[in-house]
C-alpha cells in the first residue's frame, strides 16, 4: 500500500504522517520504559508518581513488573536470598509489607527504650505478636545496626537484643527438632553448631560454611593420602582394613596439627570461644570436645568411624581394633584429639587425669551426651565469670541450653530461677519454673519457698514502681558535683577511660562496700560525690570524684550498655537519650559546656 508524504513529515507503519514534534515518552517500547524507571536515581515516591500520570505508566509500573522488583531489590538487598531466581512475584504488595513491618519495628523499639529503661529487659513477645514475616522483622533490626555507628546508640541498643532474641527463640526451634531425630541420625556436628548458633546469635554461623571449611580439610587429607599411597580407597565409605584406616588417620594428624597447626588451648583453656566450632576452626584451637567433634567428623568423611567417649575430665575418641560389636575396653585405641591426635591405650588414658576410673568411663556416648557435656563446660565458665553482663549472659544461654536438652535437671532448674531471680527478669517464669521443680523433686521445699516468697514481693513491687529520682546541678545539695553524664574521664589511679551515666553527692554504698574498696583511704572519704561510670572494659564501676579527670583525648568508649542510656557520640562527649536527660535534667548543658571550655584550652595551648 502506498503511503504520502506531506512537507517533512514522516510516514508512519499504517500509513498515516506523524509529526516528530509530537512524540511522547509513553510511545517508547515497554522494555525501554522499564529501563529508563529502573535508573538508580529513583525511588519508590518517584515510581508511584510516575504511575499516576496515565493509564499507560500505570501498566508499564505494575505490582509484578520489573520496575517494582527493581525497587525492591535496590533498598532490600539482603531479602534477594528468599526469593528464587526469575521469580513472578507481587512486588509492589511485598514493598508495602516490608516498608509497613520497617514503621512498626521502629516504633516498637522506640518504645522499648521508655519501658525497660530502669530494669533488665529479657523479652520481645510484642516483636512476635506483629504477626509480620519474620525475615522482614530481622532486616530492619539489621539496617538499624548497620546505620551511622555513632548515632542512634538506644536505638541499636535494643535493636540488637530484639535481634538476639528472635535468632535465639529460632535456633532453640532447631534445636528441638534436632532432638526429636532418631539417635542414629543426629550429628554431633550439627549439634555443636546449633550450641554455637544460641551463644553466637548475631555471628554469621551456618551449618553449611562450617561443612564447606571441613570439606577444605578434608581434601587435604584426601592429597595427603594420594601422596602415601595412591591406590588408597579414601573416596569409598568405611574402609575395614585396619592398616588402611591407620594411614587416614595419620594423614589427618599430620594435615590438621602439623600443616594447619591446630592444637589445644593450654594458655587460656576457660575462653568460651574453645567451645564455639567456628571459632575453632577461625583460631585452630579449642579444648578436648570440641577438637573431638571436629577430628570425628573430619575421620568419619574419610572413612574411618570414631565414637565420642565422655571419659573424666579430658575428653577423648575411641577407635575400634576388632570386628564391630566389641565392648572390650582393650580392644580401642583411645585418641587425644587435644594431644594432637596421640593414640593411647586404656591404662594410659587415666594417665591423663591421675587416677583409676571404671570400665564405663570408656564407652562410647551419644550425640545428645556430647551436647550435654559441651553445653556443661560453658555453663561453668559462665559461672567462674565475674558476674559481669558478658558472663551473665553466657550463664543464661547454656543454661538454656542445658535444660532445652534436658528439661528435668533440678540443679539446674534451681540454678536458673535463682540467676532470674538475682537479674530482677521473668519473676512469672520463677514461678513456673518452681513450680516444675517443687513436681519434680519435693524435698526441695525449702529452697523453692524461699525464692517463691521474694518472687511474688517482686511482682508486687513492679505493680507500684518508685519514680526515679530527678537529680538537678543546681540543688543546693548538688554543688560539689563537679562533672555530668556523657563526659568522658579517665581514673587516675587505675588508669581506665569510662563515660559517666550517673552520680550521687555522697557515697550511697554499703558500709561492707566502702571497707572493702578501702574509701576510707581517700583524703575525702565516702563524703564527696561519687560517679557511675560505663568502663572500656566492659563493666560498671562506681567511682570517687577525687580518682577521676577528664580525658586529654576523649575516645569512644566500647561498652555494651552505653547505648541504654545515650543517644549519640558527639566526637568528645556522649548525648544523653531522653530517658536519661529526664533524670539529670542540667546535665547536658553542663557537659556540653566542659567540652567546649576543653577545646578552647586546647586551641589556646596550640
Known amino acids: 500500500m502506498a503511503m504520502s508524504v506531506d512537507g517533512e513529515g514522516q510516514p508512519s507503519i499504517n500509513g498515516t504522517i506523524s509529526d516528530p514534534q509530537t512524540k511522547k515518552l509513553t510511545d517508547l517500547p515497554t522494555e525501554l520504559l522499564e529501563h529508563i524507571l529502573c535508573f538508580p536515581v529513583l525511588k519508590h515516591v518517584d515510581i508511584c508518581n510516575v504511575s499516576c500520570c496515565c493509564k499507560r505508566l500505570h501498566d508499564v509500573c505494575h505490582g509484578r513488573g520489573k520496575v517494582w522488583g527493581h525497587q ?71 539496617f538499624i545496626l548497620n546505620s551511622d555507628k555513632r548515632k542512634s546508640l538506644t536505638l541499636k541498643y535494643y535493636a540488637k537484643k530484639i535481634l538476639y532474641f ?51 580439610i578434608t581434601e587435604k587429607v584426601k592429597k595427603m593420602l594420594r601422596i602415601k599411597n595412591p591406590s588408597h580407597p579414601s573416596l569409598r565409605i568405611a574402609q575395614e582394613d585396619f592398616e588402611l ?7 589427618l594428624n599430620s594435615v590438621l596439627y602439623e600443616q594447619l597447626q591446630y592444637k589445644g588451648n593450654e594458655c587460656d583453656y576457660y575462653n568460651p570461644l574453645n567451645s564455639y566450632i567456628h571459632q575453632v576452626l577461625l583460631r585452630r584451637t579449642g579444648i578436648p570436645i570440641s577438637l573431638s567433634v571436629l577430628y570425628m567428623t573430619l ?50 588414658c587415666e594417665y591423663l587425669i591421675g587416677h583409676q576410673v571404671t570400665a564405663d568411663y570408656y564407652s562410647a556416648i551419644s550425640t545428645t551426651e556430647v551436647l550435654l557435656r559441651m553445653v556443661g563446660n560453658l555453663l561453668n565458665i559462665g559461672k567462674r565469670g565475674e558476674g559481669n553482663e558478658k558472663s551473665y549472659q553466657l550463664l543464661r544461654d547454656s543454661l538454656d541450653l542445658y535444660l532445652t536438652i534436658n528439661p528435668d535437671n533440678v540443679q539446674y ?16 517464669k520463677v514461678l513456673d519454673i518452681l513450680q516444675h521443680i517443687q513436681a519434680l523433686d519435693p524435698s526441695q521445699h525449702g529452697a523453692v519457698g524461699y525464692l517463691v516468697q521474694h518472687t511474688l514481693e517482686h511482682i508486687q513491687h513492679k505493680k507500684h514502681p518508685v519514680t526515679p529520682e530527678v537529680k538537678r546541678r543546681s540543688a543546693p545539695e548538688h554543688l560539689e558535683v563537679q562533672y555530668s553524664v556523657g563526659l568522658i574521664m579517665k581514673h587516675k589511679r587505675s588508669g581506665y577511660n569510662c563515660v559517666i551515666y550517673g552520680w550521687d553527692p555522697k557515697c550511697t554504698m554499703s558500709q561492707e562496700w566502702i571497707t572493702t574498696m578501702r574509701v576510707h583511704q581517700l583524703s575525702n572519704g565516702a563524703n564527696q560525690p561519687f560517679y557511675n561510670v560505663l568502663v572500656q572494659d566492659g563493666t560498671c564501676r562506681y567511682a570517687a570524684q577525687e580518682n577521676l579527670e577528664p580525658h586529654s583525648a576523649p575516645l569512644e568508649i566500647g561498652h555494651p550498655e552505653v547505648g541504654r542510656y545515650f543517644s549519640e557520640f558527639a566526637d568528645t562527649y556522649y548525648v544523653a537519650n531522653e530517658e536519661l536527660q529526664t533524670r539529670y535534667p542540667e546535665d547536658m548543658d553542663e557537659t556540653l559546656l566542659e567540652t567546649r571550655q576543653s577545646s578552647s584550652e586546647k586551641q589556646g595551648l596550640d
Not at 534477594?80 to 520497617?102: A, M, P, S
Not at 555443636?192 to 554469621?204: F, G, I, K, R, S
Not at 575396653?329 to 591426635?341: L, M, P, R, S
Not at 532448674?413 to 512469672?428: D, K, M, S, T, V
Open 72 to 142: 525492591y531489590k535496590l533498598r532490600w538487598p539482603r531479602l534477594q536470598r528468599f526469593y528464587r531466581q526469575n521469580e513472578c512475584c507481587d512486588w509492589l504488595r511485598e514493598y508495602k509489607t516490608r516498608h509497613r513491618v520497617g514503621i512498626q519495628i521502629r516504633r516498637t523499639v522506640e518504645s522499648i527504650s521508655k519501658r525497660f529503661f530502669t530494669e533488665v529487659v529479657n523479652s520481645f513477645a510484642e516483636i512476635e505478636s506483629l504477626g509480620m514475616p519474620e525475615h522482614f522483622c530481622e532486616d530492619e533490626l539489621l
Open 166 to 216: 528472635l535468632r535465639q527463640q529460632n535456633i532453640l526451634k532447631s534445636l528441638k527438632t534436632f532432638l526429636e531425630q532418631p539417635a542414629e541420625q543426629q550429628s554431633a556436628l550439627e549439634g555443636a553448631v546449633l550450641v554455637d548458633q544460641y551463644c553466637n546469635p548475631l555471628a554469621d554461623v551456618t551449618l553449611d560454611s562450617i561443612s564447606a571449611q571441613l570439606d577444605e
Open 245 to 251: 584406616q591407620r594411614q587416614v588417620i595419620c594423614a
Open 299 to 348: 575421620a568419619q568423611r574419610l572413612g574411618v568411624q570414631l565414637e565420642p567417649v565422655n571419659f573424666p575430665n579430658h575428653f577423648l575418641l575411641r577407635w575400634c581394633q576388632k570386628p564391630r560389636g566389641s565392648e572390650d575396653i582393650y580392644d580401642f585405641v583411645y585418641i587425644d584429639a587435644f594431644g594432637k591426635g596421640k593414640q593411647l591405650t586404656a591404662k594410659e
Open 413 to 428: 532448674l534451681l540454678l536458673q530461677a535463682r540467676l532470674y531471680f538475682h537479674l530482677g527478669i521473668w519473676p512469672e
